[in-house]
């Protein structure tokens, strides 16, 4: 992925760790693992993983459910000098909530290119049509994140596992 760092990589990895400790609730729950943190002046402010099944909500995003806890920690919606970490690259409807917090970098894991709207299927996060620009990072621990996703995955969707539940 493009985009310029703020910070070095040995940063990222640390921060990807806690963005991954999400995930593996989101895991442990029966959610799809994917887990999100927002970090300002070198502190969490907002965690969040996947819980569509546990609240019955379509928004549940790992994403929505960080930005939203960064934005009543700061008690603004302008998440200006942040850094998004999330496992895997954020779909459409992240993307646009991303822009709209004015977020200005988002560092993911594993690449999603059939729904990823950060380069992965597309690219809603930059461009020309846009008056917010996000800077995008992406492969950090990226084996981890697409680990985790995989396992979770093969055990749902196991031929023994018809109901798609994990056990």
């Known amino acids: 992925m493009t985009g310029v760092s703020a910070l070095n990589t040995d940063s990222h990895l640390y921060w990807m760790e806690e ?3 999400e995930a593996e609730k989101a895991y442990h729950e029966n959610e799809v693992p994917v887990g999100a943190i927002i970090v300002y002046k070198n502190r969490i402010i907002g965690r969040g993983h996947n819980q ?3 609240l019955k909500d379509p928004t549940a995003h790992a994403e929505i459910l960080a930005i939203t806890a960064a934005a009543n920690y700061l008690e603004d919606w302008r998440l200006r000098d942040t850094i998004l970490y999330v496992t895997l690259e954020p779909c459409p409807m992240c993307a646009g909530a991303i822009l709209n917090a004015r977020i200005p970098q988002v560092v993911f ?3 999603d290119l059939e729904h990823g709207a950060c380069g992965g299927a597309t690219q809603l996060c930059s461009g020309n049509f846009l008056n917010h620009k996000v800077d995008i990072f992406g492969g950090i621990l990226e084996n981890k ?3 985790i996703l995989d396992s979770f ?3 749902t969707r196991s031929p023994n596992n018809l109901s798609g539940d994990l056990k």
Do not use: H, L, P
Request: glycine share 14%; aromatic share 14%; proline share 0%.
């Open 19 to 21: 963005a991954f400790r």
């Open 52 to 54: 569509r099944e546990t």
């Open 109 to 111: 894991g594993a690449d």
């Open 145 to 147: 994140c697409k680990g």
């Open 153 to 155: 995955f093969s055990k």
